[in-house]
Each structure stands twice: as C-alpha cells, then as structure tokens.
C-alpha cells in the first residue's frame, strides 16, 4: 500500500459495509466518509442493480464518482446516478441449458434504470422498480447485464453438482453463498474486471488499491486488489483468497480496516 494509504477503495454492500435489510452503521458509515473526505475513491462494488444501490450511496453520502453493479456489469456515474457502460449478454442460450437441467428455476432478468422481469416470485427480491412477470421467451428476449436463478426444489450442494456439466459459450456463471441461487453475466465480467477498467481510467497505481467483500462474487475483486480483505462472515474458500480477514459485518469490520488510514 502506497504511502497515505488506499486510493481506490472497492466495497461489497450484503454482508460487507451492511447486513442485508439493515442500515449502515454508524461507525461504518464515518469510515467511509473520512475516506472519501481524504480524496481515496470509495466504490460501492456490489452485485445488487443499479436501482437498488441508489439507496446505498445516498446512504454512505456518496454524491459523485463511481459505482459498479450487477457484479461489474453496470457501471455508474454516481453524480448522474446513471450507467456509463452496461456489459450485456444475450441470456437466452444460458435459459435454455439452465431449464434442461433445473426445469423448475425461476429465473429474472435485470432492465437497467427499469427494474426486473422474471418467471416467478423468488424469496428475498427488492421491490423497487418494475417486476414484471414474464414467460420464458420474453425473458430471453432482449440482452441483459444480468440473469438470475433460483431453484426451489433443490439445495446449493445438488445445484452446484449439476452446474458441473454446464457449459453456455460467451458466458459465466456464479453460485450464492445462501440457497440454490446462481447469476449469470457475459464471459469475463466480474467485480475485479471491471476495477481494473476504473483503476486503468483513473490513473491509479495497483499497490494503491483495497477491496473489502464477503461472497463468492467478491472472489475475483479479492485477488484483483493490491490488498485485499474478507469478512468473518464469509465462506471459508472466500477467506482463503484475501490477505486478511477483519470483524464480522455485524462487528464493523469495514470500519476495522479503513480506520487505519482514515479518521472522522
């Protein structure tokens, strides 16, 4: 780490700056704030859509730079609170194969800026925006930066072992850290990709870079960063990956890391 400290500083939100459904605490909420009074570049990086990180920044009292969601698929000027760059794909090849394989997933599509259409209800979905239910072929009709999946009937250790045999060309996958849930995106887009794309545009070197997450979509933002932190609360394999591991999420471990560097 540079001298001063970090000056791209990459944050997960779901059990990472907040426990889902919770405020920012207030200790976590200083963190951030003296960081970015500091001049580091503080980036929400998260895998919800861009409509449902908006409450987020407002939060945080991020009122201008960067944002990455939907896994770093959406790319936000946060002072316009609109996409820069969408990374799309067509999901339709991804339906198909995922349907042959879990015919009862439920699957939903993100509309940037608009709000979701999907085949069903699935547990835990934001309500902000349009939630369009939709069939099969209207969901697979138009690209998207995002594709969900959940399947009801099943557990994450069947899922996992199933995904096994799946193979979509021009696109990944990745699996939750909580029930049989899996997002899709176009090939190569992930949290660390699109960071380096911001990092490249802002002129910032990598040993000035640190990211904070906790699930498996944090995987590839964790080996990206020049130092890189996981929550107690993660998985055991996203630990693994990080340079260190800080407090609970319910213990301020954002707060236990950027304190080092930046007081409000």
């Known amino acids: 780490m540079v001298s001063g400290g970090p000056q791209l500083i990459a944050l997960d939100v779901d059990g990472t700056l907040l426990d889902t459904g919770t405020p920012v605490s207030a200790r976590v909420l200083a963190a951030v704030r003296a960081a970015v009074e500091a001049g580091a570049h503080v980036v929400v990086t998260t895998g919800r859509t861009l409509l449902t990180t908006r409450s987020v920044l407002t939060e945080l009292g991020l009122n201008e730079g960067h944002a990455l969601c939907s896994n770093g698929a959406v790319h936000i000027d946060v002072a316009k609170g609109e996409p820069v760059t ?23 599509v993100e509309k940037v800026g608009i709000g979701t259409w999907a085949t069903g209800i699935s547990p835990g979905e934001f309500s902000i925006g349009e939630y369009l239910l939709v ?36 696109a990944s996958w990745v699996h939750g850290e909580f029930g049989p849930w899996l997002t899709v995106s176009r090939q190569g887009v992930s949290k660390g990709w699109a960071l380096e794309r911001l990092r490249v545009s802002l002129g910032i070197p990598h040993t000035a870079t640190l990211a904070i997450g906790d699930g498996y979509n944090d995987r590839e933002m964790l080996r990206w960063a020049a130092h890189s932190v996981a929550m107690a609360n993660a998985p055991a394999e996203v630990q693994s990956l990080a340079d260190e591991v800080t407090d609970h999420v319910l213990e301020d471990g954002v707060a236990t890391v950027l304190e080092r560097w930046f007081r409000a």
């Open 86 to 108: 969408v990374q799309a794909f067509d999901p339709a090849p991804a339906v198909t194969a995922l349907r042959a394989l879990f015919p009862e997933m439920i699957f939903a």
């Open 135 to 170: 069939d099969y072929h209207a969901l697979s009709s138009e690209p998207t930066p995002r594709l969900n999946g959940w399947w009801p009937d099943g557990s994450p250790a069947e899922m996992l072992r199933a995904l096994r045999t799946l193979r979509v060309p021009g």
